[in-house]
């Protein structure tokens, strides 16, 4: 599925709501601090219910805020899927796929399916199989997902290994 639309609230110093229409392949421009990474951010957010540069949620949530809201539209070859995250500066989380609300964030992942390669991801080269090993795991994931359970089974023996 293709994310074709994204509304951002009161996440990282995007403080307004932000429409975006995404058609085939986008751009971000603009200056140093205007908020590209922010969006992409969101947008990783969104489909894994975490943020990529904190673990801290406090800190992706807008200052004096209590919660963002992210919103998205996906297309599918066969139809659209709307989906939401909230998430509160508890770590609470509330997310809606085609508006019903009791979701789980692991439901995003399996409809948003995203691989993340960052400056930081050094790692991936240099840090052994381990990472490696899963790096190629979550590409297989989205395409996979019946064999999860036996995915889960071959971590388990490469720990014990």
Request: charged share 25%.
């Amino acid at each position: 599925m293709s994310l074709t639309r994204l509304l951002i609230r009161d996440f990282r110093n995007i403080e307004t709501r932000i429409s975006l229409y995404l058609p085939a392949f986008n751009f971000l421009v603009g200056a140093n601090g205007s908020g590209k990474t922010s969006v992409l951010e969101a947008i990783y957010t969104l489909g894994h219910g975490r943020a990529f540069r904190s673990l801290q949620i406090g800190r992706v949530i807008r200052h004096e805020q209590e919660a963002f809201v992210l919103h998205g539209r996906l297309q599918g070859e066969e139809r659209e899927t709307a989906i939401g995250l909230t998430k509160d500066k508890q770590g609470d989380s509330k997310v809606r796929i085609d508006g019903t609300d009791g979701h789980k964030v692991a439901e995003l992942a399996h409809l948003m399916p995203m691989q993340l390669i960052t400056p930081e991801g050094f790692t991936l080269l240099n840090g052994g199989p381990k990472y490696r090993r899963a790096f190629l795991d979550w590409g297989c994931f989205p395409q996979r997902t019946r064999i999860f359970h036996r995915l889960e089974q071959s971590q388990a023996i490469a720990q014990a290994a």
